[in-house]
């Protein structure tokens, strides 16, 4: 899952997008730089517009949602 996160964040233009876990939450990236993967590859971090942090691991993350804009 974390190698389709980083897909997504390597798309031209970038898509917007939502990272939804096992438990229901789910994780809006609205730009590149709400997002990082961890050196090794292991996490994703999501920061959130009230300067949160969610820190995710791979067997939670269950999908990937594109978040097209109005018109597109």
Do not use: C, W
């Not at 609205?30 to 949160?52: C, L, N, Q, W, Y």
């Not at 999908?63 to 804009?69: E, F, G, P, T, W």
């Amino acid at each position: 899952m974390i190698a389709d996160v980083r897909k997504h964040l390597d798309r031209v233009p970038f898509v917007p997008l939502i990272i939804r876990t096992s438990d229901g939450h789910e994780y809006s990236v609205p730009t590149v730089d709400h997002t990082k993967i961890s050196p090794r590859g292991h996490r994703v971090v999501v920061f959130t517009e009230e300067d949160a942090t969610a820190v995710l691991g791979p067997l939670h993350s269950n999908s990937i949602i594109d978040q097209q804009l109005d018109g597109e």
